[in-house]
């Protein structure tokens, strides 16, 4: 297909002048990562990775999913405030899903405890891809909502810097003055900002609950100086150190180290490795304090791939969002094709159906982070063998959305420079804040644009296979 920047990209001088510049580029504005070597240093660091070029987006589209983001993070707040929703949506996933059900049994032990949380805070990344499976104009679809540890809004605040920058490299100042100025990073320490803020007490902290391995420290430290410029004090822990050293007092208030603390940032706890038996106990600990958890483990539990399936039967979104009909049809046109693998007649036919026709399909357990996923041959493998066993419930089927390739190069440290055919996933961040039954915040706070090699028909910036890049709209 003709891309977007064919005529400049002749020559392949051009093209090595242009990523030599880039790399700097990312380095000046700080779209940093920390090396596979020595993911907790920063004494040497290295650029993370990002196209080349700018890729294209249909500006009807991109429009579209700002203008359903506020739709999405009243959805996801109903569904946490939703026990009986949440309870019949997960109750197939929770009898073969341990990870799912260790999550949810720590829902169900907070309620019943009474919550001490009155302050909640949401920040969530809905996921998209341009669908031209059908004939007509490409339709936005959505791939997920993030509702933990969403991330890459720090550096994607910094991208079209370093976009801009290769574009008037490559004698195109025009272009590069319509890329769209972003900064996620300020609109979530916004949301931060404000629970810290409703949480009531100036000597309290933030806390990023951050992972073993911070090889995206610095997405972390975009956010997290943001609101040191506000002159909130952030301190960065990990489960360990919850469990050591973290304590609630009388009236439920979280101490770490004897500071008290407002909000609870999770980057981390959103895959069945960032627990072993301690980790669990600190989540707990956390879930039952009066902090503000960002998010609260029902809101974590609303964004599992169940809940998404659920939320596509007919009738759905009218229980959890009565009245609001327009927000309901903005909402229900970004869907794909969705369906439950739960026993009985409506999943022994999707599943004969998945299988007589794997490419039409993916296959979803309840993981999060990419690589997960099943495809192809591959689906119809485990489909054949799972098909009629209980497990097979612990996945869901979702039809297979398929992007137009376009041509770019994904800059990689220590990689050779190539040309490869590649497709965009869209990600809006949303904010939101409620104090009690009052919702007091509710944005959308920019977006992200992850780009990848078609051979890859799974994974995330951090798994190594989706790269940084910014939408040029079109
Ligand atoms: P994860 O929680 O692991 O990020 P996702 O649902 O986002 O799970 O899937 C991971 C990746 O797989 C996506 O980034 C996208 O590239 C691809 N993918 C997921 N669902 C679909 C789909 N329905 N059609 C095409 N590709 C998909
Ligand atoms: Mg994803």
């Known amino acids: 297909m003709a891309g977007l920047w064919d005529a400049a990209l002749r020559g392949e001088a051009a093209v090595r002048r242009a990523a030599l510049a880039a790399v700097d580029a990312a380095l000046l504005e700080g779209v940093l990562m920390r090396t596979e070597a020595e993911p907790n240093a920063s004494d040497v660091v290295s650029f993370a990775p990002f196209t080349l070029l700018p890729s294209a987006v249909p500006s009807a589209l991109f429009r579209q999913a700002y203008a359903v983001q506020q739709d999405f993070n009243l959805l996801v707040d109903a569904i946490s405030q939703d026990r009986e929703f949440l309870e019949r949506a997960?109750?197939?996933?929770?009898?073969?899903?341990?990870?799912?059900?260790?999550?949810?049994?720590?829902?169900?032990?907070?309620?019943e405890e009474g919550l001490a949380q009155s302050v909640f805070l949401g920040i969530?990344?809905?996921d998209y891809m341009f669908d031209c499976g059908a004939p007509g104009a490409p339709a936005l679809k959505q791939i997920e909502i993030n509702t933990i540890a969403a991330s890459f809004g720090g550096l994607a605040s910094r991208t079209a810097a370093v976009h801009g920058r290769v574009l008037k490299e490559l004698g195109m100042a025009e272009e590069a003055s319509r890329l769209l100025p972003n900064n996620p990073s300020e609109g979530l320490a916004s949301g931060?900002?404000?629970?810290w803020e409703l949480y009531g007490s100036r000597s309290a902290v933030v806390m990023f609950l951050v992972e073993e391995v911070?090889?995206?420290?610095?997405?972390?430290?975009?956010?997290?100086?943001?609101?040191w410029n506000r002159n909130i004090r952030v301190i960065r822990k990990r489960f360990r150190d919850v469990f050591e050293k973290g304590s609630l007092d009388e009236a439920r208030r979280l101490y770490m180290d004897g500071q008290e603390v407002a909000v609870v940032y999770y980057r981390e706890g959103y895959v069945p490795t960032n627990y072993n038996q301690q980790n669990w106990e600190a989540r707990l600990l956390l879930e039952r304090s009066r902090a503000v958890k960002c998010p609260d483990i029902a809101t974590q539990l609303a964004g599992t791939k169940k809940v998404q399936q659920e939320l596509s039967r007919p009738g759905t979104l009218e229980k959890l969002l009565?009245?609001?009909?327009?927000?309901?049809?903005?909402?229900?046109?970004?869907f794909a094709g969705l369906y439950s693998l739960d026993v009985g007649e409506e999943g022994d036919k999707i599943a004969a159906t998945a299988i007589a026709n794997p490419d039409q399909f993916v296959l979803k357990p309840q993981r999060e982070g990419g690589g997960n996923n099943l495809y192809g041959e591959e689906l119809r493998q485990v489909l054949e063998k799972i098909k009629d066993s209980p497990e097979r419930t612990s996945y869901i089927l979702m039809d297979k959305i398929q992007p137009q390739p376009t041509r770019n190069y994904l800059l990689r440290a220590h990689s050779p420079l190539k040309a490869s055919e590649c497709v965009s996933e869209l990600g809006i961040f949303g904010v939101y804040v409620r104090q009690g039954k009052e919702l007091v915040m509710n944005e959308a706070a920019g977006h992200l644009l992850r780009t990848k090699a078609v051979e890859h028909a799974d994974g995330g910036v951090a798994a190594g296979v989706a790269v940084l890049d910014t939408p040029y709209l079109v």
């Open 124 to 126: 969530n990344r809905s």
């Open 90 to 111: 997960l109750a197939s996933t929770v009898k073969v899903d341990d990870f799912t059900a260790r999550l949810f049994r720590i829902h169900l032990q907070v309620l």
């Open 192 to 195: 931060i900002a404000k629970a």
């Open 322 to 334: 009565p009245g609001r009909t327009e927000a309901i049809a903005r909402i229900r046109a970004t």
């Open 214 to 227: 911070q090889r995206n420290i610095f997405d972390q430290r975009c956010v997290e100086n943001e609101l």
